[in-house]
């Protein structure tokens, strides 16, 4: 049975680029929004969330908040993506619970490893 990862981003094309190159090997559940994300949490819960910083309606900040306050994905991994390379966004998204911090545009090859990392962090290691 495949992993299940959560891709919560507002633009359409980051949505079919994470679901094009990570369908392959997970499922992929893409949400345009941090409101619908956690509607749809209420009810699944995947291995691993990706989440974009910069959306309406909700910030990638707050839906981080909030993902860790609920019992049930307060340690889901979460990998945080953001237009912004500045370190100070880096440390907010740590701070709040993020377990990687991506800037877009990013390399698919980097996102490969972190998504391995954060799925499979035993594995992982052993294989250095």
């Known amino acids: 049975m495949k992993k299940k990862i959560l891709v ?34 209420d009810s699944n819960i995947p291995d691993l969330i990706i989440s974009d910083i910069q959306m309406s309606n909700m910030d990638g900040y707050e839906f981080l908040t909030k993902l860790r306050q609920r019992g049930f994905t307060k340690h889901t991994p979460c990998i945080m993506l953001s237009g912004k390379s ?19 545009p990013f390399n698919p090859e980097e996102l490969d490893e972190l998504v391995k990392k954060n799925l499979y962090p035993i594995h992982y290691a052993i294989e250095w």
């Open 8 to 41: 919560v981003d507002d633009e359409v094309s980051i949505c079919l680029l994470l679901d094009n190159f990570l369908s392959k090997n997970y499922e992929i559940v893409t949400i345009s929004n941090g409101l619908d994300a956690l509607l749809w949490l």
């Open 86 to 104: 500045e370190s100070k966004e880096r440390i907010k998204c740590y701070k709040l619970g993020a377990q990687d911090y991506l800037t877009k």
